[in-house]
Nanobody, 120 residues
């Protein structure tokens, strides 16, 4: 399974970005999916996760602002990010696995990441 993120960039505080993760190698419907971010010197932070039955989980830091969604026809999982804050600046990673890890970091497959920068 290969994961490739896109959609990162620079935005002003209060703005929005939509990240997309293209999954190849196997149907996305067979995996639990998640978005994780990391800033230099800090541990990875699980932001949003999606179970095979459609149940989602969100970190308190992004709840109400970020939305994770899947398009099985395109084999993609997206992260819609609204009301962005400077503290959202980080490298964002897509992750996948065959076990539910919720907001943990123990997913088996990872993308290379896409940078998001939010300016005040």
């Amino acid at each position: 399974v290969q994961l490739v993120e896109s959609g990162g960039g620079s935005v002003q505080a209060g703005g929005s970005l939509r990240l997309s993760c293209q999954v190849s190698g196997n149907p996305i419907s067979g995996y639990y999916m998640a978005w994780v971010r990391q800033t230099p010197g800090k541990e990875r932070e699980g932001l949003a996760a999606l179970r095979l039955d459609g149940i989602t989980a969100y970190a308190d830091s992004v709840k109400g602002r970020f939305i994770i969604s899947v398009d099985t026809a395109k084999n993609t999982v997206d992260l819609q990010m609204n009301s962005l804050k400077p503290e959202d600046t980080a490298m964002y990673f897509c992750a996948a696995g065959v076990y539910w890890r919720a907001l943990g970091n123990e997913y088996r497959y990872w993308g290379q990441g896409t940078q998001v920068t939010v300016s005040s």
